[in-house]
């Protein structure tokens, strides 16, 4: 795991070394471990190394092909890596190290752009062809690991965070309209836009070949893989339960490759707990992390926050070495500069719990594995899919599903929270244009209710689960530390997805039937342990029942109570010093202020107000 960054410039100019060596400087929290650059003419490659696999100095980077033809910049982790290296050995091909590195540099050597459908693991990076002046970027088919760019005639800029970029004097810090338009609609960010304007993120499943001409760059951007939930295997689902079994057993095992010490996160949930229970065979005293939650001033819904009783149950279970770290009212406001500096620009919820977990891990281990992926996998959100049921097309899918999505503004709002200026330069439709993008490229029918469901779990592997990818990648790394997501074992992902509906999902169509009008429908048709039902009969074997038959909970500090409990007057306070004082240029002040009214007077704005912070942090 480690950092990369990049420059590629037109013929008619050159790239230095000092210039790289600031992108790497930037991004010294990703590779503390080593350093190194490369620079030829208008290339240029940098690497940050956080040391995984071969602690050696055979596994520095930028790593260059025997016949120095080619030179690699790698971000990521290859679980089947010795596989492809006997391969590539039977081949003739040498290797001087014991890195997944090396392989994925003689494996494109060997199948050029190809190599990237036999990598089953997290990467990003970037390979130069020295003879042919093309540079190729690449990234997983997931989105584990991120990678922007900044693209024009004269040059492309790359790099894992954004950081690395504005260390070019000529980037300046304008704010993407549409994009932030994206975020107060979603709490997310649809589109490959950021809220930087002009920076992209290179779109999972997807790789780049970028030509260098005279006068231009040459970019073009190609898919070599999605999500399919169409093709449904026609099998048992005893028979699904036991290749289930031993497809997860697999993925687990294969994550656990690591020349340095390794642990897992322990939510309390299923998801994690599973992935304890398979990693505590292999491991002995296998040491796990858990985040607890002052529960004093808590009140509501949010009473159940705190799952520190189950954590303990599956460390008593399984004789792990248990850590943990509870956090108080107030912690998020010690904390959020930082986590807004290392997340680069807000994205989904409230991801200051996670920067304090994953500081408590790198002080034990430098590997940790995640249960990230369960969910949308298995559908394990089963109260959001009733919103797209019954609907009778394509169209008529994404408008139902649009209006639930706005999680945060909803667009007849939009002219209360922008300023007269900002909101002239949005256009009307704008989130929901960017809610059709994820469908673009989406061609199986949404006519029957399994079609409308499959197509609300694609829609959350490639938004939901994609926001959580990235900020998961930039927190850890904030404390060089490697984060792993067994459930995007490749093998298991291509299983998982052709598992009938009707396993994952009890009494789907029942759905159909809610009257809107019965008083407690959410309490009896949306009982939140009814999704992922293939996932819990697989590890009612390894793990306890409470944890089994629980209802499923979010990872998520109670911050509706804890806004309260500090008080409206420091609320307002904060966000009134806003690091960047050109926030209330774009967010209309007098929205803010009712936003936290609102909040006040019971309904909850928690989601909004972590947004208002996010925005206000940021150094522009």
């Known amino acids: ?5 990049g420059a590629f410039l037109n013929e008619n100019n050159s790239v230095s070394p000092q210039d790289i060596k600031r992108m790497t400087n930037a991004i010294v929290h990703r590779g503390p471990d080593d350093y190194g650059i490369y620079t030829h003419k208008n290339v240029g ?3 940050r190394r956080l040391s995984i696999l071969d602690l050696s100095y055979h596994g520095h980077q930028p790593m260059i092909s025997k016949d120095g033809r080619y030179v690699i910049t790698y971000n990521g982790e290859i679980y089947n890596y010795l596989e492809l290296k006997s391969e590539l050995q039977s081949k003739g091909y040498i290797f001087y190290s014991n890195t997944d590195t090396e392989v994925v540099l003689n494996g494109f050597i060997e199948y050029n752009i190809k190599i990237i459908d036999k990598l089953n693991g997290m990467f990003a990076f970037a390979i130069y062809d020295r003879n042919d002046n093309i540079l190729y970027l690449a990234r997983d088919r997931y989105g584990i690991k991120p990678l922007y760019y900044k693209l024009d005639n004269a040059k492309l800029l790359f790099a894992s965070e954004i950081k690395a970029l504005f260390q ?13 338009d ?19 993120i290179l779109k999972p499943g997807h790789y780049a070949i970028v030509k260098s001409r005279k006068n231009e760059i040459v970019f073009e951007q190609y898919k070599y893989w999605d999500f399919n939930l169409h093709d449904e295997l026609q099998i048992s689902e005893d028979e699904a339960i036991e290749e289930l079994e031993r497809l997860f057993i697999q993925a687990v095992k294969r994550q656990l490759i690591s020349d340095v010490p390794l642990g897992s996160y322990l939510s309390g949930g299923m998801d994690s707990g599973s992935i304890v229970a398979i990693a ?21 819904f949010e009473a159940g926050f705190d799952e520190r009783q189950y954590a303990e149950m599956i460390s008593n279970t399984y004789k792990t070495e248990q850590y943990e770290v509870v956090l108080h009212e107030g912690d998020l406001y010690e904390v959020i500069d930082d986590l807004v500096y290392h997340l680069d620009y807000p994205r989904l919820g409230m991801s200051y719990s996670n920067y304090y977990i994953a500081n408590l891990a790198s002080k034990f281990v430098k590997v940790v594995l995640s249960g990230a992926g369960g969910d949308e996998l298995f559908a394990g959100y089963p109260w959001r899919y009733y919103h797209a049921l019954g609907k009778k097309s394509k169209n008529e899918f994404i408008d139902s599903y649009y209006n639930y999505w706005q999680r945060l503004v909803k667009d007849d709002e939009k002219n209360l929270l922008y300023t007269d200026e900002i909101k002239k330069k949005i256009p009307k439709y704008n989130a929901y244009e960017a809610f059709k993008y994820v469908f673009k490229e989406y061609d199986f029918p949404i006519k029957t209710n399994k079609d409308l469901i499959n197509a609300s779990l694609y829609f959350e592997l490639k938004t939901f689960l994609h926001g959580l990818l990235i900020i998961e990648d930039k927190i850890s790394m904030a404390h060089s530390l490697e984060t792993r997501v067994p459930f995007l074992d490749n093998d298991l992902v291509d299983f998982a997805t052709k598992i009938p509906l009707e396993y994952k999902l009890k009494n789907y169509e029942e759905y159909q039937k809610i ?4 008083i407690k429908k959410k309490d009896k048709y949306f ?9 819990r009969k697989v590890m009612k074997k390894f793990i306890p029942n409470e944890i089994i038959e629980r209802k499923k909970q979010g990872f998520s500090s109670p911050d509706a109570s804890w806004y309260r409990a500090k008080g409206k007057d420091y609320l307002i306070k904060f966000l009134n010093k806003p690091n960047n004082t050109e926030f209330y240029n774009y967010i209309n002040k007098d929205f803010v202020i009712k936003t936290i009214d609102k909040h006040f007077s019971g309904q909850n704005k928690r989601l909004l107000l972590w947004s208002f912070l996010n925005l206000s942090r940021l150094k522009l």
């Open 515 to 518: 009257d809107e009008n019965e």
């Open 527 to 535: 009982e939140t342990n009814i999704g992922k039902n293939i996932l």
């Open 45 to 47: 490659l940098g690497h």
């Open 168 to 180: 070019w004097n000529f980037i300046k810090k304008e704010i993407d309209l549409l994009a932030l």
């Open 182 to 200: 994206e975020y107060m609609s979603f709490q997310n960010i649809f589109t490959d836009r950021t809220l930087y304007e002009g920076i992209k």
């Open 1 to 5: 795991m480690c950092g990369i960054v």
């Open 280 to 300: 505590s065979r292999s491991l002995k005293r296998l040491k796990t992390f858990t985040c607890g939650y002052d529960m004093t001033s808590v009140a509501g």
